[in-house]
């Protein structure tokens, strides 16, 4: 006979049950509730490609004025990336899950992104001023390639220990003038003069250069300094002279407005400027192609690298895009990542992006490398 209390008693089988319920009802609601708490991760994925030419809700994307304009055929996307979690709270539980499963989605850890000083408004309004500098920047090099009149002044705002500007320039003089060995002056009225003539000039070679010092004007020559190799161990062809500028009172000769709202960062600066490029020029660049991209932009034409080309790919080919353009800096990170019927072109400056879209349009190989040929060292 049993006793009351002995193992195996129903009683005791009652109490074992409702307790391996209660313990499994708690089991579940913390792992439910851990789906819906934020964690300490960002999720990162493709977001919208946006034609650059095009409308948004009935809306001019880039809208120029002022100067002629003309219609174009070509579809120009500028790409980006949708992220989940911000700077003080990463995502949910359940979306950081469902992004270890999905193949298109990047789990990342958000110190790994952000500093832990970082606010949402401050990253917010970061992100929006980088944006503002990006379109200044594709509009005054869209319309100086149109061949309209842009100026901009060059101040000297640091001098490297060692540089061969050292001695020769001061902080705060305004770059006016260039004259390279055997030719002929030139004036500088924004950066692409200055680059043109040193890209030209050999290392080493002495220039003169003229600028203005606290309201005196003076000149003085500076023997040029190599390029150092970037990224991926190219060398830029000319010289360098050795010191930074920055670029201020920049005078556009048009209007132009952008319907980007909620969009941040500085990387559809090449595609504002080709899709404005190809709207001030008759005809369309790239015929009926459609051409996805990202890329950074100096004053001067230069391509520079951004973050999340992995994701920008996929979103171009989900667009429809056949060619994407991409900062020769970042063609290591699209190996692996490249979706099936898109073409990876590696550029370095507008001036090659721009011969680019003529060329597929026009049915041509463009005469740039892609990335693979890039990330491979060819």
Known sequence: MK?????????????GSRSARR?????????????????AYTVEMAGPALDVTGEVAGTRLVKVEGVPTYPTDTQLYMTTVSAAGNPEVGTLGAHALW???DQESQLVPVRLLYPPTLSSAEDDARNAELMNNSQTVAAAVALEKAGHPVTMKLRVVEIPEGSPAAGQLEPDDIITGITAPGAAPTTVSTFRDLSKVLHATEPGSTVTVSYQRGGEAGTTTI????FPPDETGW???GSLLGVSLAVEDVQLPATVTYAVEGIGGPSAGLMFAL???DELTPGSLGGAA????TGTLAFNGE????GGIQHKIVGARERGATDFLAPAANCGETIGYEPEGLRIWAVRNFDDAAAAVRDIGAGRTPKLPTCQDVAAGR
Do not use: C, D, E, N
Request: proline content about 10%.
């Open 223 to 226: 023997i040029t300094a190599p």
């Open 99 to 101: 992004a270890l499963v």
């Open 275 to 277: 899709g404005m490029y």
């Open 290 to 293: 459609a051409i996805a991209g």
């Open 303 to 306: 391509v520079g690298p951004i």
């Open 3 to 15: 006793k009351r209390g002995q193992v195996g008693s129903p009683r005791s089988a009652r109490r």
């Open 23 to 39: 313990s499994g009802f708690a089991f579940a609601s913390l792992a439910a509730l851990a789906l819906l708490i934020p964690g």
């Open 235 to 237: 060398v830029h062809p």
